[in-house]
């Protein structure tokens, strides 16, 4: 099972399109936030591929809700924007929050900086972000969940 992960758009339609076009057979995408216009034309130009979303801070308009759960492969995967756990500060609130929902894998943005890590049983990615990271060059996510466990990689565009 892959899952392509990205977020923080702002705008930038045409990243997300094109990582798409690159990975078209991942099984999901999830946009984490920033970006709902690019997430909503996306959907309109691939309407076969499974797709979910989170509203961020930036995206005044949205209805999407702040946070979603999806079981994939035997895995609970929580994902948000993170601001609302002010991940900007650290991620001890995300972490207690994903282990209150028995969570297995975090995903969030937000920072603009990407990142893997374990800590005891919660894999937590967050993908940067495909227009304008913090450090580095623009970025997205892959999470790959197979019978021999969870495989998190950044790729950076």
């Not at 979303?53 to 759960?69: F, T």
């Not at 993170?82 to 991940?87: E, S």
């Not at 893997?116 to 990271?133: A, H, I, W």
Request: charged share 15%; proline share 3%; with cysteine.
């Amino acid at each position: 099972m892959r899952i392509v992960v990205f977020s923080d758009s702002h705008n930038n339609f045409f990243a997300l399109k094109n990582i798409v076009r690159s990975r078209i057979a991942a099984d999901y995408f999830i946009h984490l936030g920033d970006g709902a216009k690019d997430f909503e034309a996306l959907v309109q130009v691939y309407p076969s591929k499974i797709m979910y979303n989170v509203r961020g801070n930036c995206d005044w308009s949205s209805l999407e809700p702040n946070q979603g759960i999806l079981m994939c492969a035997g895995k609970k995967i929580f994902y948000t924007h993170g601001h609302i756990f002010h991940v900007k500060s650290g991620l001890e609130e995300l972490k207690a929050h994903a282990r209150e929902l028995d969570a297995q894998i975090v995903l969030f943005g937000h920072t603009h900086i990407a990142c893997t890590e374990y800590d005891n049983g919660l894999y937590l990615m967050n993908p940067g972000s495909v227009t304008s990271p913090l450090y580095g060059s623009p970025s997205y996510g892959m999470l790959d969940i197979t019978k021999a466990g969870v495989a998190m990689n950044i790729v950076h565009l």
